[in-house]
């Protein structure tokens, strides 16, 4: 069973940088597409970055950038580096992966089979 564990997070101020790890156990990492999603208060969850299983990223407009997401397979962690982080990047942020993700699906959650708990991201002065 694959488990992805998020680490990273904290309360920052605005202009300050941040960098998320996702640590995956219980399958290769190589032949995984890794998403960063993340939920603000009061709001839905949405897609911030993707890494394909070749290494090419994808981001949303909002973080394009700011943010750079990267991999390191021989040690199954993905990485989102958060720089220049302002208020509006406030949120839970959830890593979540899938074996066999297209790359038209690649923002869709219900791409993804394996999810974590999520870290806490707060920005504020």
């Known amino acids: 069973q694959v488990q992805l564990v998020e680490s990273g997070g904290g309360s920052v101020q605005p202009g300050v940088s941040l960098r998320l790890s996702c640590a995956v156990s219980?399958?290769?990492?190589?032949?995984?597409?890794v998403g960063w999603f993340r939920q603000a208060p009061g709001e839905g969850r949405e897609f911030v970055a993707a890494?394909?299983?070749?290494?090419?990223?994808y981001y949303v407009e909002a973080v394009k950038g700011r943010f750079t997401i990267s991999r390191v397979n021989a040690m199954n962690t993905v990485y989102l580096q958060m720089n220049s982080l302002k208020p509006e990047d406030t949120a839970l942020y959830y890593c979540?992966?899938?074996?066999?993700?297209?790359?038209?699906?690649?923002?869709?959650?219900?791409?993804?089979?394996?999810w974590g708990q999520g870290t806490q991201v707060t920005v504020s002065s």
């Open positions: 979540a992966a899938g074996a066999r993700i297209i790359l038209s699906s690649i923002t869709r959650q219900d791409a993804y089979d394996y």
């Open positions: 219980g399958g290769a990492l190589r032949g995984y597409t």
């Open positions: 890494i394909r299983y070749n290494g090419n990223p």
